[in-house]
């Protein structure tokens, strides 16, 4: 799924009328953003993600109302087409919220995948490419001047599991615009840039995630108004290709209320099927 990892307290709608940001945040008030993502499949399988987001750098909440096939991307299912995320820890910990049956699930990717490697799954990693290059100047974007930057990841992966071995490749390529004058960090869109990836490979894979930090150190730390990108996966003789476009409808300032990113005590927590041990869901802080 395109989100790796949402509509309750927020009740946000997407903007239909630009909005421009103050450069500077005011004091006492986070970044928030309504936004649009727009997977493809291959006709008809297209999907559309309505999205609210609103924090920093290290800590998020995203709202999102989701439309068409394979945009069920909570794994705690359901066919509202609604789900909220919290991302915690620079996005480490994310926090699935079920606002309509009340539940919750708080899963770690980077520990979710060493537990299967300790169950007897095994993987190796080869051909691990990320690489980022700057391409100058971007569009003017809801009156705001952009950067452009291309980003590119790759790799080989073999699973072993129960004496079978299958090889799964994995390539991407990302085009980001990046705000040069908002003087603060929202990125509802990591998973085109490998921030995703490379918090679940990176305990896996020590030369993937040297890479993806060598490339993610090339990028701006500001927040993205537009990005699109092109994944190829190939398994057992099938290649999969997946176009997705995102963009920001509004981006502006609003008060900062921590209460947002908390799980609310009436909520209850759920666990994956056979994922019941701290790498699996975890409790709350």
Known sequence: AFVLAPLSYINAQASTKPVAAPAVSPAGKNLAMD??????????????????????????????????PGAQVSPLGGSSGEVGMILSDSGKTVTY??????????????????????????????GTEAKAENLGAGPTILGHPTSHYRIG????????????????????????????????????????????????FGSSSKEFA?????????????????ASSTATMTAQGQTRITSTQAE???????DADSKIFDIPATYTPVTLPGIATPGGAVPPK
């Open 35 to 68: 936004f649009r993502i727009t997977v493809t499949q291959g006709q008809p399988d297209t999907s559309v993600i309505q999205g609210h987001a609103v924090g920093s750098a290290d800590k998020m909440r995203m709202d999102l109302k989701m439309q068409g």
């Open 97 to 126: 919220l079920d606002t309509k049956a009340s539940h919750y699930l708080r899963v770690r990717p980077a520990d979710m995948l060493a537990q299967a490697q300790q169950t007897g799954v095994k993987m190796g990693f080869s």
């Open 153 to 200: 990841t790759g790799m080989t992966m073999t699973i072993t599991a129960m004496g079978q071995d299958q090889v799964v490749k994995i390539s991407s390529t990302s085009d980001y615009y990046y705000a040069d004058d908002i003087k603060g960090v929202v990125n509802p869109f990591a998973s085109l840039s490998g921030g995703d990836m490379a918090a679940m």
């Open 210 to 226: 040297d890479k993806l930090k060598a490339m993610q150190d090339k990028l701006p730390k500001a927040t993205p108004l537009r």
């Open 248 to 254: 920001v409808t509004s981006v502006q300032w609003v």
